[in-house]
């Protein structure tokens, strides 16, 4: 994972100069972006480096949630199909939704970029 978020650009900005790249738990992992440009670098290699110690990354299982007021622009891919967009995921036992997470980030003096991340899980 460590090679997946080595970029100063990858995550959200989290406490100002602090970067949050991806919260893992278990076999779990929720990548975090500003751009989907980005999600989609960082996924790719996130699916590279699982690769090379044998592990694959599941397409079913694998959704990404926009965290915007625009359509998305670009599908994110992995093994060169596009992953399914959700307005709603659940991620250990908590359901996230993008109208909530909306809401949350619209009470937080973020700058505006930030409501543009993206999170795969």
Do not use: H
Not at 56 to 77: A, D, L
């Amino acid at each position: 994972m460590c090679r997946t978020r080595d970029k100063p650009e990858y995550g959200i900005i989290w406490q100002k100069q602090n970067r949050l790249t991806d919260l893992d738990f278990a076999d779990d992992i929720a990548i975090l972006a500003e751009e989907e440009n980005v999600c989609q670098e960082m996924t790719t290699k996130l699916e590279e480096q699982s690769a090379q110690v044998g592990l694959n990354i599941s397409r079913e299982k694998t959704k990404v949630m926009g965290i915007t007021q625009r359509p998305s622009s670009q599908p994110i891919t992995i093994a060169q199909s596009n992953i399914e967009y959700v307005e709603r995921f659940t991620y250990l036992g908590s359901v996230i939704s993008r109208d909530e997470m909306l809401k949350q980030i619209s009470t937080l003096d973020w700058p505006k970029q930030q409501s543009r991340s993206l999170s795969t899980t």
